[in-house]
């Protein structure tokens, strides 16, 4: 009879199982107290004290306002390597609805995106790696905050993120509840879109209700100047392209009291719109941007108004580096087995500001599955499957010694 040895991975995700109910009550007290983007300050003060606990060779605060970066050196010396492992803090302005007895005690606020499974699973990874240090090189461990439109990445490296904590290759992942729990997904390149966001204003002419003939509309032209928007992506994209324009605000005049007899019927002076735009490739980005500000000034001068257009690029695409999303790949397979390793997924028209450290140093962004019943990400009935927290740090842990030891 032959014996089976354990797997180095099945070891792994064996050790931090055996610290799973301290992972899940970290998680529901983070849960408890969300922090939106940079106010992140009592979630920073228990992660630095959690690294601390562990035994980190150094902690670090008030890197990129309110991030933190633990250190931590392998026992086996005579390595320059390093690897950067990023989990990202803040919260979401949003009412949750769930009953759980975790629930948020923050009227408002709640933890709608799996941040607070993020920073769990990477103090997971922590804990492990700061036992064993069965590596060579240094690991840092990468708390960001203000990732919901905030691009708290990019405000952590010019803060000197990569200077102070020098980084051969970066990774980090995102809970997806589209996918089986316990599942991964990664691909060689695309992974999340770029984000640009715009904004119009319709300059009018205001006037009386009544008599619009005095007046010049600029209500008539934001809504033609909307519609007109949804041809871009449809016809002036190369169809094998994937891109979104998408408006999610137009604002004119007064509120409206629905049942009251409004006194005073007006054509306000000017219109508001407001929109984002997705791409992946540079090219279809060009067009988006040209396309917005064309269209909203001929339409508006065809109504007799005028378009003034702010048009901000916010986030880059996220795209993996080939030879990183391998790594990662294997690590997952070798974690999990190859039938629960995705490797050929439609990248998501979502964007994730890890963008700019991908846009650094080379890396690698993936999603970890949990669970297609949970409720979507953003969801005010959303909540971490707790029940994934060993397998994500586990991965962690696993590709930060992968990464070493090439």
């Not at 983070?30 to 035994?55: C, D, I, N």
Request: glycine fraction near 10%; hydrophobic fraction near 45%; aromatic fraction near 6%.
């Amino acid at each position: 009879m032959s014996l089976v040895l354990p797997t180095p991975g099945a070891d792994t995700l064996r050790a931090i199982s055996d610290f799973h109910p301290f992972l899940s009550a970290f998680r529901r007290d983070l849960h408890a107290h969300p922090e939106l983007g940079f106010e992140e300050r009592r979630t920073a003060a228990r992660v630095a004290e959690a690294l601390q606990g562990f035994g980190l060779d150094e902690v670090h605060t008030g890197v990129g306002r309110t991030g933190v970066v633990g250190v931590l050196r392998g026992r086996w010396a005579g390595s320059s390597k390093s690897v950067g492992l990023r989990a990202d803090m803040d919260a979401l302005p949003v009412q949750e609805e769930g009953d759980c007895a975790h629930r948020s005690v923050h009227a408002g606020l709640m933890h709608g995106c799996g941040h607070d499974g993020h920073v769990t699973m990477l103090l997971g990874a922590a804990r492990h790696l700061a036992h064993t240090r069965d590596f060579g090189g240094t690991v840092h461990f990468i708390f960001q905050p203000g990732e919901e439109g905030h691009a708290g990445a990019r405000v952590m490296i010019e803060d000197g993120l990569f200077e102070r904590f020098p980084c051969d290759a970066v990774y980090a992942l995102h809970n997806w509840p589209s996918l089986p729990a316990g599942t991964v997904a990664v691909n060689p390149g695309a992974m999340m879109a770029a984000r640009d966001d715009f904004w119009i204003r319709i300059e009018g002419v205001g006037g009386h209700g009544a008599m619009p003939h005095r007046a010049a509309d600029p209500v008539v032209a934001a809504c033609a100047v909307v519609a007109a928007l949804q041809t871009v992506v449809s016809r002036n994209l190369d169809p094998a392209l994937s891109a979104v324009l998408t408006v999610h605000s137009l604002q004119a005049g007064s509120a409206i009291v629905h049942g009251v007899p409004t006194q005073s019927v007006t054509v306000p002076p000017h219109a508001d719109i407001a929109g984002i735009a997705k791409w992946f490739d540079a090219p279809a980005g060009e067009t988006l941007r040209k396309r917005v500000a064309e269209i909203a000034g001929d339409c508006a001068s065809a109504f007799g108004t005028r378009a003034d257009v702010r048009y901000l690029p916010f986030l880059p695409p996220t795209v993996n580096a080939p030879p990183c999303a391998e790594l990662v790949r294997r690590a997952a397979t070798g974690l999990l087995g190859a039938g629960r390793v995705f490797t050929a997924m439609l990248p998501s028209m979502a964007s994730k500001d890890f963008s700019f450290m991908l846009n650094e140093r080379p890396g690698a962004y993936f999603w970890l599955g949990v669970g297609e019943d949970v409720p979507g990400l953003h969801h005010p009935r959303y909540d971490f499957n707790d029940a994934v927290l060993p397998t994500g740090a586990a991965l962690l842990a696993t590709i930060a010694r992968d990464a070493l030891a090439d």
